[in-house]
């Protein structure tokens, strides 16, 4: 499964629009990139989950360039309660039940 | 109603003892999982099952013995603790093994002295 690499941490403040890009170049072609958040003291939760382009949801925004190398998550107007860690996954379609954590990256957003 | 529940929330108990933590999710779904996310907080699978049949078993040391009395319900028993099992364990559940949209329970705080 390929690797995933994103930053440990993110500040940022109330109201600002927040990207969170994550690599994974050695991504196979069946794979898929899935983002997950996980809050303190709580299990992690699903947010979006994408193959290539973009894809967009009632939470975030899920950005993949053609190469799929990489992509960015993308939390419009984030608020106080957004503050959690940032977990990206690249699933293959053949082990869809198989999510490999990483250490996420942790975004605080701040008054 | 919560989706997928786990019992106990916290559990404090001396090495050598055995425990169990229970699962059930009320999703209708085939597939359940337990996770282990140490104090390092990384997150590894260790088991899923799917419709009560076991998928994965991480190396996980025989100590762990998942059982699956029914689809809805997934519950760990561990023997004879150790300090180093002091984690949290997320029990989760999706649709079936092909979907990758996990729901993850509250997680219970296990600590071992």
């Known amino acids: 499964l390929a690797k995933t690499t994103q930053p440990i941490s993110m500040d940022s403040y109330e109201g600002q629009e927040v990207n969170i890009t994550c690599s994974h170049n050695?991504?196979?072609?069946?794979?898929?990139i899935t983002w997950y958040q996980q809050f303190p003291s709580q299990g992690p939760r699903f947010i979006i989950q994408?193959?290539?382009t973009k894809v967009t949801n009632e939470v975030a925004s899920l950005f993949i360039p053609a190469d799929r190398k990489s992509s960015t998550l993308s939390l419009p107007r984030v608020s106080l309660s957004d503050t959690a860690v940032y977990y990206c996954?690249?699933?293959?379609?053949?082990?869809?039940?198989?999510?490999?954590f990483g250490s996420g990256t942790r975004l605080l957003v701040r008054p | 109603d919560t989706a997928v529940s786990q019992t106990p929330k916290y559990l404090v108990t001396q090495m050598g003892n055995d425990k169990s933590i229970k699962c059930e999710q009320n999703?209708?779904?085939?597939?359940m999982y337990w996770y282990k996310q140490d104090s390092k907080k990384f997150l590894k699978i260790m088991f899923s099952?799917?419709?009560?049949?076991?998928?994965i078993n991480e190396t996980v040391p025989n100590r762990f013995s998942p059982k699956s009395p029914d689809k809805a319900h997934l519950n760990l028993h561990i023997n004879s603790l150790e300090l180093g099992d002091s984690a949290v364990y997320f029990c989760?559940?999706?649709?079936?093994?092909?979907?990758?949209?996990?729901?993850f329970g509250p997680g219970t705080r296990l600590t071992v002295t």
């Open positions: 989760a559940s999706s649709q079936d093994l092909t979907i990758s949209e996990q729901y």
């Open positions: 050695n991504i196979a072609t069946n794979d898929y």
């Open positions: 994408g193959y290539k």
């Open positions: 996954l690249v699933v293959g379609m053949d082990s869809s039940y198989k999510l490999i």
């Open positions: 999703l209708g779904h085939d597939t």
């Open positions: 099952y799917n419709n009560k049949e076991l998928i």
